[in-house]
């Protein structure tokens, strides 16, 4: 670990008591930490059941944040998620009621099973950390972070996300299925209750916000930039896409790759760090050509073309 951050090594406590509860998922608990850590939202596109709930919660009680779930549904209202101001007769005035956006830790479950202005109700809360109601301006919590879920084969009666929205979320991520030894597992871990209530705290809110405040320290040299940049315009370049990667795509894994090196316990990034963030930050931003869907190209083969097509920077001794 290195030296200049103080509160580093927590880090890697953090993820083994989180990965102590979601079994055979240690990536997917890595890229939580990382969003975390950078500052952004995470999209969890899987199936019911494999743990996406469990992981959030594990989150929550193991960084002692504020969590909430809101379970979306075709009935729930933008001012579930902002908040609403109702009039006090005792006090005769109106006041302020706390939607469930003002919390730490949000967990979007389903997203796109409600409404399109219920969806764009979180647009400001997430890309702002705020919330206006009424004209009034409503400060989220800090550290806020959405984990939103949504079925990947379910698409009956949903309101799939807009590109606009889509691009929102730092990075998205599978979980998958187990393996039937890590099944087995998970089913000896509940014979005797839930293990995920016995999550224990180990950082508080203050070294989580240091630990934050590291990352933006993190050494991302001129030399990546340009690689980034790079990356980002051959995505737009490429004949099987039809709308590549945005500048916001371009900040995100910036932050992303400085997280994932703090996480790795050094104090710089590189390369190897950005194509490791390549398919969870890129991968949902990119719109193929319909020829290549039905030639069945997929974002990742994509992502492939463009990180062999850049050359990567090399550090000169």
């Known amino acids: 670990m290195s030296e200049l951050f103080e509160n580093q090594h ?47 919660m594990a989150l929550g009680k193991a960084t002692g944040l504020d969590f909430r779930r809101a379970q979306f549904t075709p009935d729930v209202m933008a001012s579930d998620i902002t908040g609403f101001t109702m009039f006090n007769k005792e006090d005769n005035r109106f006041e302020y009621r706390a939607g469930l956006a003002m919390t730490n830790i949000l967990l979007a479950d389903e997203i796109n099973r409600t409404s399109p ?7 400001e809360a997430m890309e702002e950390k705020r919330v206006t109601v009424d004209g009034t301006v409503h400060r989220l919590p800090s550290p806020f972070m959405v984990i939103a879920t949504q079925n990947s084969q379910g698409y009956v009666g949903t309101f799939p996300l807009p590109e606009a929205q889509l691009d929102r979320f730092m990075a998205k991520i599978s979980m998958g299925y ?37 990352v933006t320290h993190v050494n991302f040299a001129e ?31 910036m932050q992303a790759s400085r ?20 398919l969870p930050v890129f991968s949902h931003r990119l719109v ?30």
């Open 10 to 56: 927590l880090t890697s406590e953090l993820a083994a008591e989180i990965s102590r509860v979601i079994k055979g998922k240690k990536e997917a608990v890595r890229m939580i930490l990382t969003v975390l850590l950078a500052q952004g939202h995470v999209l969890i596109e899987d199936v019911p059941g494999v743990g996406k709930t469990t992981l959030a």
């Open 117 to 123: 202005k219920t969806q764009s109700a979180l647009l």
């Open 178 to 214: 187990p393996t039937p030894e890590e099944e087995a597992q998970i089913l000896m871990d509940r014979l005797d209750g839930d293990p995920a209530c016995e999550v224990r705290q180990v950082m508080t809110e203050d070294q989580l916000r240091s630990c934050i405040e590291d």
């Open 223 to 253: 030399s990546l930039c340009r690689y980034t940049a790079k990356l980002a315009a051959a995505t737009r370049e490429h004949p099987a896409v039809a709308l590549g990667v945005s500048p916001r795509a371009s900040l995100a894994i």
């Open 259 to 278: 997280a994932f090196a703090y996480l790795s316990g050094r104090d710089y990034v590189v390369p190897e760090d950005i194509v490791r963030m390549m």
């Open 288 to 317: 193929l050509k319909q020829e290549s869907r039905l030639n069945r190209r997929t974002a990742a083969s994509v992502l492939e073309d463009v990180v062999a097509s850049v050359t990567p920077p090399v550090k000169h001794r």
